[in-house]
């Protein structure tokens, strides 16, 4: 989008655009896409007019901050659900404000996003986590620091 850090509403266009991950789905079912989004990423943060060919676009500390937290709650496997949960956790800032204004209530996208994540058949039940593989360490993680 031209702009010269990327910040979580960036972050949130892009978990609307994959249609494959499970925050897409969420928000293709709530009648979200990624036109208004983009749309009001632009009225927030104004027009970029930066060019990133031929460089890397680093990461705002809150960008940076929600990266962190996925990858902590995704065991080093983080997927769209632990990135859309770790960013609408936050209850505040431009993405929750984004949903809003298109009408939607991020908690409830936050619940759907848990929903379809760690589905629970019976009363009572809990997930079991299985981790497959080693899991780097936060500090061998290249965030652009």
């Not at 949130?12 to 293709?28: K, N, Y």
Request: glycine content about 12%.
């Amino acid at each position: 989008m031209g702009h010269q850090t990327v910040h979580v509403e960036h972050l949130l266009l892009g978990l609307a655009s994959d249609p494959d991950g499970i925050a897409g789905r969420v928000f293709a079912d709530s009648g979200l896409t990624i036109e208004p989004i983009r749309d009001l990423i632009r009225a927030q943060l104004g027009v970029g007019s930066d060019s990133h060919a031929e460089r890397t676009v680093p990461f705002s500390p809150d960008a940076k901050d929600a990266l962190r937290s996925a990858y902590r709650f995704g065991l080093g496997k983080p997927g769209t659900e632990h990135m859309l949960i770790v960013i609408l956790g936050r209850g505040e800032g431009g993405a929750c404000e984004i949903l809003r204004v298109l009408g939607a209530d991020p908690d409830r996208i936050r619940f759907e996003t848990k929903q379809r994540a760690w589905p629970v058949t019976a009363p009572g039940a809990r997930p079991t986590v299985r981790l497959v593989g080693s899991v780097p360490s936060l500090r061998e993680l290249d965030f652009g620091d």
